[in-house]
Nanobody, 117 residues
Framework: VQLQACGGGLVQAGGSLKLSCAASIRNFRSTTMGWYRQAPGKQRELIADVSSGGSTYYSDSVKGRFTISRDNAGNMMWLQMNSLKPEDTAVYYC????????????WGQGTEVTVSS
């Protein structure tokens, strides 16, 4: 099992980034996958997920600015982040989402996003 997130970096407020997640897991196409983030001094939180059928969830903090997508054939998932704010600064991770009861997998390294004001 491997979850590899990449695409983070330093961006100015108002800018955009697109994160990618490569998930080497069985049954990817039937698993609801999610993006999480952990800001300094805060707990890791689920910010978006996408089911196997394409239905999505977004936390209030990112709704309208972030878009989650997936490619079941390639075991890939993405997070397009627009209108970034300094409060989006965090380490971003991908993993399964608990929405339909999937077991959480071992966390990968994550990718760091820093938004400057």
């Amino acid at each position: 099992v491997q979850l590899q997130a990449c695409g983070g970096g330093l961006v100015q407020a108002g800018g955009s980034l697109k994160l990618s997640c490569a998930a080497s897991i069985r049954n990817f196409r039937s698993t609801t996958m999610g993006w999480y983030r952990q800001a300094p001094g805060k707990q890791r939180e689920l910010i978006a997920d996408v089911s196997s059928g394409g239905s999505t969830y977004y936390s209030d903090s990112v709704k309208g600015r972030f878009t989650i997508s997936r490619d079941n054939a390639g075991n890939m998932m993405w997070l397009q982040m627009n209108s970034l704010k300094p409060e989006d600064t965090a380490v971003y991770y991908c993993n399964t989402s608990p929405r339909y009861g999937a077991a959480r997998l071992t966390w990968g390294q994550g990718t760091e996003v820093t938004v400057s004001s």
